[in-house]
């Protein structure tokens, strides 16, 4: 079950993270970190983990930042690495499927979309931040759909063990289940092979 952090809890542990991690955010433009010549700021790192810490409903301290902000650094590289391959393949999708995308978004999250705005405005978060997460990650999975669904294929013996394990799912379900896994791994790889052709530099 998850916890919910009051709307006020959140906003003041983010304002002391602020504090504690960034200091002067005049200096939030500074460049942190350069993938393929696009640049991460550090003003894209500190809206990311002030986006993370309402998303996962954590708690940002001096114990953790440094450890958090490391794992940001990390997701925002990984982006701009996904980013580079979807423009390659021109990936786009419509109204249609990027309400759905988000409604799996919020339910997954166990958010309301309106209060997930409000949370984020009361932390000078820039919502489109957000819309273009989840827009970032509906492409990427329509590009590893495409790359990779046709010539993914899940045994009967994977489908077997899976439901002997779960025995209330269907084989259709244990099915998706297998495949998905499958798709997982590709994009894994995908990653990897692009993040070693990749020229990083961290300021």
Do not use: C
Request: charge should be neutral; charged fraction near 35%.
């Amino acid at each position: 079950m998850i916890t919910r952090i009051p709307k006020k809890v959140i906003l003041i542990f983010l304002f002391i993270f602020s504090s504690i991690a960034f200091g002067d955010e005049n200096k939030s433009n500074r460049i942190e970190v350069l993938v393929n010549e696009k640049i991460i700021t550090k003003y894209d790192i500190i809206q990311r983990m002030r986006m993370n810490a309402i998303l996962k409903r954590i708690e940002i301290n001096e114990t953790n930042y440094k450890q958090l902000m490391g794992v940001v650094v990390e997701d925002l590289v990984v982006e701009k690495l996904k980013i580079k391959k979807i423009d390659e393949y021109n990936i786009s999708f419509d109204k249609d499927e990027f309400l759905e995308h988000e409604n799996r978004f919020y339910t997954s999250l166990n958010y309301k979309k309106e209060d997930l705005k409000e949370l984020l405005s009361l932390n000078k978060i820039n919502y489109n931040n957000l819309i273009e997460f989840i827009e970032l990650e509906l492409k990427w999975q329509k590009l590893i759909y495409g790359l990779y669904l046709r010539v993914t294929s899940v045994t009967e013996q994977e489908i077997f063990d899976l439901m002997n394990k779960n025995p209330d799912i269907s084989r259709e379900t244990a099915n998706d289940i297998m495949l998905q896994k499958q798709l997982d791994l590709k994009s894994m790889k995908l990653l990897k092979d692009l993040r070693d052709e990749a020229t990083i530099e961290y300021k």
